[in-house]
Structures are given as C-alpha cells and as structure tokens.
C-alpha cells in the first residue's frame, strides 16, 4: 500500500502516516501530496501533472449564494467513473433512514442504557445501529441518529453516503477515517464531519470503538451566528481541522458501498478509490475537539436557552428554526445568582436526542450513563429529576465548577421516530419516567 501527504515520502503505508490538517472552518483550502500535484491559476488544466485526472465534487447546488456554495476540485489518479460500476443491493444491517415508521412505541421521555461492546466482529458498515429517524431522506430534510459499535477495521471496504454528511461523535476508542481528501484521527471529546458523496473507510486505532453518529439530510453543518456576543468563543473557526491530501496508489480488489435512498448499495472496484494526488475548495471533511469550546453563560443570574451551547448547526429554509443543531454542555462555571442553575423545566417544538461522552449531566445525575442516550420528542414535558432539584434549590449559590463532563445533544425541528432496535434491543429504559415521580407538590397558599 502506498499513501502519501504532503510533505512526507511516497511509498509510506497508511499505518506510518501521522494526519498532518489545516486550520479554519469553511476556507478554500489547498493542498497536494506531490509538489505541483495542484494547478495553479485554473481548475482544468488540458493535461493535469503526473497524469492525474480533474474532478469536482459539489455538495450544493452550482448555483447556491457564495455564503452557501461548497465545492473541490480533486486531482486524483482515476476519476470517479472508476470507483463506479454495477452496483448491486446491500445489506443495511440496523441502519435505517427517515421516514422508518417501523414501531410504534408510544410517545414518551425515553432513555437507554449504553451498548455493550459486543463479541462478534464488526465493520463500521455492519455497526451502525439507527435510534431515531427524523423527517425524509428523499427530500434532504431531516436527520438519523446512530450508535455505532466496531471491533474490526474496514480492509478493502470503503464506502460513501448520497444522502447525507455524517458527524461522528466518539464516546469510547479512537477512530482513523481514510478519506478522499486525507486522513482524520478522532479521540472521544473530539468529532469528524465526512461530507455527502466523500469516500471513506474507518479504521480501529487503540481497540474496540463506540460512539454516536448523526446522519444529515439537509443543509451542511456550518458555524451558528453570534448575534452581540461578537466575534469570539462559542466554537472558534482556527480549531477546526480539515487534513491535508493523502493517497493510495493500490490496485487490489475493494468494495465500494454507497447509501443512496435509504437503501445500501455495493459495487466491485480493482483499486483503491483513495486516489486524490491534491485537492482545492471548501467541500471537505473536517474535525474539531469540543474541548476548545469556549462556552458562553450566565455571569449574573437566569439560564440563557441551551442554544448559547451549539457548536455546529445544519440551517433550514427558515430563519433560526434549524434541521439540525449540534449542542454540548461541556466544562464550565455556575456562577449564577439567587437562580436554579440547571437546565429548567420545559416543553419546546424541537426534538431532543441526548448523548454522554463522560461525566455526569447535571440534570440527571443517575441513570444517563456515558454511551447512553435520551429522547425529549416534540412537546413532552422534560427537566431535573427529583434529585437534582432537591440539590439545585437548595445548594448554596456559591461558584461552582461542573468538571469532567461531556454531553451533547442532536437537536432536530422534526419530530424524531424511533426504530425497532431502539424500543426492542434491551437498552430502553422501562423506568426512565419515573425520575421524575418524587416531584411532589409543595404548593402552599399561606407561604409566600
Ligand atoms: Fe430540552
């Protein structure tokens, strides 16, 4: 196997290579793997250097608003016509996409227990295990959250998804995803983007890998305005991280799996689809370490809405009503005063699929455990549990900090379904809302 980056030797294997990035969130990027691997001045010239082909991938429109408009050029040893071919259906395994109307648990507040890491080997492909699917894949709107469960690496498998870019949020193990445009490394606190249409495998770094997945149909993943906090903290644009061109030059047989519909499809390659000698544009993955979120609070008293938390968000045709926004409750300072300081109780339009990365959650100090998960659907009523209200009213105010904790929650305007494998797997929590049963009242009319 030979991949390369820049700067480093042809003729080193994937395994050798340290991902080496570039910093920013949404820049035309450059980069090539051989020097003079990418034109200079043009997008296609006649004859590209080193025999390499041109190519552009557009994850919008052609003719989106520049704010909007994302595309690369590729210079790659064969075009994507090449890692194309007859496809024939594929397994989905658990991965299911919107609308999946496969069970009707009955609405509720619900909670599940982490996966075990299971026994058997499994791919990244075979691992995904679909919780909640939320609006249509075929009209881009919408999204699926995952757990992902892999023992094994992806050999001479590599797969892209049509219907949507995918955000990997790592809860246990590392993962090392060889992309089209180079390789990311991602360690639990940190997440990866993989754009619609980028081709990929992803590979066990330190052991057995667990985590949460969300699959966007609609609009890509892009910074939340700042309004009059201006132009610093929440997520900065430097800590983003896109890698720089990496390739393979390897022809044996692959798989080439494509997510296109709803449905899985496979097709047969002799070579590495890996083949990008140098790219240029602003269609390309990227990482970013939740631990450089410079969260942004209460300094006197009262609780800002949870949205002064979002790192990422995927916009809707509608003004400030998100497709998707990404929110992570992470290490900071309660400092507030005369105020309770968790979040509050609350009933909202958006739909609230919840994860752990480590530590515990303040409004729910049991029962919602690292790799677990909650779901706050649509107009059902949600807040602290009887303990952490008990703590919050009467704790005194003093600062305090919440250490050693990561949460985060996928937020949708669509009302989330929840699979099969989520109400029958054995991880559904029968009790969860009774968290809230020892909230009894204290109303008591001569006791202002
Ligand atoms: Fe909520």
């Given amino acids: 196997m030979n ?21 920013g969130f949404g ?56 890692h194309s071919g007859r496809f024939a259906k594929a397994e989905m395994g658990l991965w299911r996409s919107a609308p999946c109307f496969e069970h009707d648990l009955p609405i509720a507040q619900l909670r599940w227990d982490p996966p075990p890491m299971p026994q058997e080997k499994l791919t990244f492909l075979q691992g995904v295990r679909t919780m909640t699917t939320a609006g249509d894949v075929n009209t881009q709107a919408g999204m699926a959250t995952h757990l992902y469960l892999i023992t094994e690496s992806m050999v001479d498998q590599h797969f892209y998804n ?14 090392r995803l060889v992309t089209e445009f180079g390789v990311i490394s991602i360690e639990p606190a940190e997440i990866a983007v993989i754009p619609r249409g980028v081709k990929f495998r992803v590979e066990l770094v ?14 890509a993943f892009t910074l939340p305005e700042r309004g009059p906090i201006g132009a610093n903290c929440l997520a900065n644009s430097r800590d983003f991280l896109t890698p720089v061109a990496a390739y393979e030059d390897k022809d044996t047989p692959t798989e080439l799996y494509v997510k296109w519909g709803g449905q899985m499809f496979m097709t047969k390659l002799p070579h590495s689809p890996i083949d990008v000698v140098a790219w ?24 800002p809405d949870p949205s002064i938390f979002t790192v ?70 949600h807040g602290p549990d009887r303990e952490a209200f008990d703590h919050a009213s009467n704790g005194e105010l003093k600062p305090v900090k919440l250490t050693g904790t990561m949460a985060f929650m996928f937020e949708t305007r669509y009302p989330q379904r929840v699979t099969d494998y989520a109400a029958n797997s054995g991880l559904l929590q029968d009790d969860y809302a009774d968290c809230w049963n020892g909230l009894e009242k204290r109303f008591d009319p001569n006791r202002p």
């Fill in 3 to 23: 991949i390369n980056a820049a700067p480093q030797i042809i003729g080193r294997s994937s395994q050798d290579i340290t991902p080496g990035y570039m910093s």
């Fill in 27 to 82: 820049n035309s990027f450059e980069t090539e793997a051989l020097p003079g691997a990418l034109p200079i001045g043009r997008n296609s010239p006649q004859r590209a250097a080193y025999g390499l082909y041109a190519e552009q991938l557009s994850g919008s429109p052609f003719t989106a608003p520049r704010g909007a408009n994302e595309r690369s050029w590729l210079y790659r040893i064969r075009p994507s016509v090449k």
């Fill in 162 to 175: 049509a219907d949507g870019e995918m955000m990997f949020v790592p809860q246990q193990g590392s993962l």
């Fill in 206 to 219: 330190d052991g057995p890998a667990r985590g949460y997945l969300c699959e966007n149909y609609g609009g």
């Fill in 280 to 303: 240029h544009g602003n269609y390309a993955p990227y990482k970013y370490d939740l631990r450089t979120y410079s969260p942004v609070g209460a300094i006197g008293f009262d609780h």
């Fill in 312 to 381: 990422l968000t995927s916009p809707s045709e509608t003004a400030g009503t998100a497709n998707i926004d990404f929110v992570i409750f992470p290490e900071r300072w309660m400092v507030a005063e005369n105020t309770f300081r968790p979040p509050w109780y609350h009933m909202n339009i958006m739909s609230e699929f919840m994860g752990l990365i480590y530590g515990v959650y303040d409004a729910k100090p049991q029962g919602f455990v690292p790799g677990g998960a909650s779901l706050h659907n649509m107009m059902l009523p």
